[in-house]
């Protein structure tokens, strides 16, 4: 799986601005699926197989970013977040020092995340805390004018750039959020693509801008009516020094999480419990968890009257540029979904 995350982590994917990703979905998904179709709002959907009620997997392809807010006459890039619930910086927010890339409609542009470091800051500055305008990214260039040829302009997408890699038993890398959903989606499609008995209708979702609001998952049941989804998504853990077990009890290594609940929404029972009990018969690692601070594409589907559930896999230092998972985690998340979609659920009708 190291291979597939690390190809799907380093594209580039920022909200608004998915097409690398959803280009690459749809190339590698045809291979392997009877139908790949893109939606207008660029959802990618690709029939897999099967008969029975229409399930799919889904996926988000967009990652965080920030947005250019403008340019300096010596050509640095001033930065506005995706949202500022704060009016500045959060405290756990760490882009300073990354390679940035600026994604633009005429190609990508490498920088890097800068501030004033402590040499030329003077003593006060010290003290405060962070705001916006400390950040800008440097390009290298000397001029307003050289960073509008390359077309640059207020509005272009910025992320973090650094590579994904192995760190101990670990991936590291951007974009495990949402990435390692797609590689686990098409690990799954290409194990159950051709197996005609399947007692599910298999579909993968790759959905848009899920980031800023869950927008492209809202508009899937006017794409595709569905009866159920799972959807996939970074797992929160506790870990990590400083963080209290009480509130995160679950940890790397550990297996798929199975959300009950998050800020957003409660659920399906009868799903989870369903894929509890599938990986508890066939030996895989699992753990139930509940998130304080979280929302998913599974909660804009339930809104739109698709029964959903959420699988997670867990996931160190979320929205940063070094977000951690534990490659064992993704290959039994694989096997969960693999071995649920086979077997099929537990009083069948219930689910029609």
């Given amino acids: ?27 590698r998904w045809g291979t392997f699926s009877r139908e790949v179709r893109r939606t207008r709002v660029d959802n990618v959907l690709a029939h897999v197989g099967g008969h029975g009620p229409r399930l799919a ?27 500022d619930g704060l009016g500045r910086p959060p405290r756990w927010f760490m882009p300073l020092g990354q ?35 400390d950040w800008f990214v440097d ?7 050289e960073v509008l040829d390359l077309g640059i302009r207020a509005g272009a997408r910025v992320i973090w750039n650094p590579e994904t890699r192995r760190i101990g038993q670990n991936i590291v890398g951007k974009a495990m959020d949402d990435r390692v959903a797609t590689a686990i989606a098409t690990a799954v499609g290409e194990q159950l693509a051709g197996v005609d008995d399947l007692p599910f209708e298999l ?10 609001g869950l927008l492209g998952a809202s508009s899937l049941p006017d794409e595709i009516q569905l009866d159920m989804a799972i959807a996939l998504d970074v797992g929160l853990v506790g870990d990590i020094p400083g963080v209290e077990e009480i509130d995160f009890p679950s940890r790397l290594g550990g297996g798929p999480m199975i959300v009950y609940q998050d800020a957003m929404c409660h659920y399906s029972r009868r799903m989870s ?47 940063s540029p070094f977000e951690t998972c534990d490659e064992a985690d993704i290959e039994n998340s694989v096997k969960l979904l693999v071995e649920f979609i086979k077997q099929g659920p537990v009083g069948r009708d219930a689910w029609r």
């Fill in 57 to 83: 997997l889904v996926a988000h392809a967009d990652e965080l970013s920030l947005l250019v807010k403008s340019i300096s006459e010596d050509g640095f890039l001033h930065l506005w977040p995706y949202s």
């Fill in 203 to 212: 579909w993968l979702a790759s959905t848009v801008q899920e980031e800023n």
């Fill in 99 to 133: 390679p940035a890339l600026v994604v633009t409609s005429r190609g990508n542009v490498p920088g890097i995340i800068a501030t004033a470091t402590g040499h030329v800051v003077g003593g006060p500055n010290h003290q405060r805390e962070w705001v916006w305008n």
């Fill in 273 to 319: 419990d369903a894929l509890i009990d599938v990986a508890e018969r066939n030996d895989i690692p699992v753990q139930a968890a509940v998130f304080q601070h979280f929302g998913s594409d599974g909660a804009a589907l339930i809104k739109r009257g698709v029964d959903s559930a959420l699988l997670a896999y867990p996931t160190r230092y979320t929205h």
């Fill in 139 to 145: 390009l290298g260039i000397r001029s307003r004018q």
């Fill in 1 to 27: 799986m190291y291979e597939l995350v690390k190809e799907l982590t380093e594209l580039a994917g920022p909200t608004g601005h998915e097409d690398a990703v959803q280009d690459w979905l749809v190339e």
